[in-house]
């Protein structure tokens, strides 16, 4: 089965790029989508399906696979980025979703 | 407006039950898979459970098996969580989304509610 790792924080000044790495063992074979969780408030889906953002996303979230580690990258990051960043897989094996930890951002 | 909205949590004695809901608007529920999701205070958001648009095919955590019920009633548009036997470990905010890919439950979760909080105590 899927256990996921992430990095359990990430700390970037406001224009600088942020990158949030999702690692697994079957992460290459599977499809990674990533939600973006501010206390209080409803989780938001900023990256599906590996690499495609929702509408309404701006285009300084990307997604990306390569070796076995999906990564978020957040460009020109700004302040109202500030929260922690979940990614998401379904493992077929156990036949159920499973979540990373979550990462922290920090805008310093 | 595409909306989910939570109700039904509250507080508990470890054994005892509650009935989560959660109401769509603003889309075809019955198009769409559904899932629970939950939160325990100051950790990371953990799969519970999930239900095809007709209600045919469910899934659950293994933690869940056999004391939750995920339902829901498209006349109505709105998802249910029946909880039984609750442990301390149930103690969460609990989620409701929607799947974006679909009928399954198997895709990303592009809609959510802003959660329903449950505690379990004596």
């Known amino acids: 089965s899927n256990v996921l790792t992430q990095p359990p924080s990430v700390s970037v000044a406001p224009g600088q790029t942020a990158r949030i790495t999702c690692g697994g063992t079957?992460?290459?074979?599977?499809?990674v989508h990533w939600y973006q969780h501010k206390p209080g408030q409803a989780p938001v889906l900023v990256v599906y399906d590996t690499t495609d953002r929702p509408s309404g996303i701006p285009e300084r979230f990307s997604g990306s696979e390569y070796a076995n580690t999906a990564t978020l990258t957040i460009s020109r990051v700004e302040a109202g980025d500030e929260a922690d960043y979940f990614c998401h897989v379904w493992d077929s094996d156990i036949d159920r979703g499973v979540f990373g930890p979550g990462t922290k951002v920090t805008v310093l | 407006e595409v909306l989910l909205v939570e109700s039904g949590g509250g507080v508990v004695r470890p054994g005892g039950s509650l009935r989560l809901s959660c109401a769509a608007a603003?889309?075809?529920?019955?198009?769409?898979?559904m899932t629970w999701v939950r939160q325990v205070p100051g950790k990371g958001l953990e799969w519970v459970s999930g239900?095809?648009?007709?209600?045919?095919?469910?899934g659950y955590e293994d933690s869940v098996k056999g004391r939750f019920t995920i339902s829901r009633d498209n006349t109505k548009n709105t998802l249910y969580l029946q909880m039984n036997n609750l442990r301390a470990e149930d103690t969460a905010l609990y989620f409701c989304?929607?799947?974006?890919?679909?009928?399954?439950?198997?895709?990303?979760?592009?809609?959510w509610g802003k959660g329903s909080p449950v505690t379990v105590s004596s």
């Open positions: 079957n992460i290459g074979r599977n499809i």
């Open positions: 603003g889309f075809r529920f019955d198009d769409h898979g």
């Open positions: 239900i095809t648009w007709k209600g045919d095919r469910t």
């Open positions: 989304a929607r799947d974006g890919s679909g009928p399954h439950y198997r895709g990303y979760m592009d809609v």
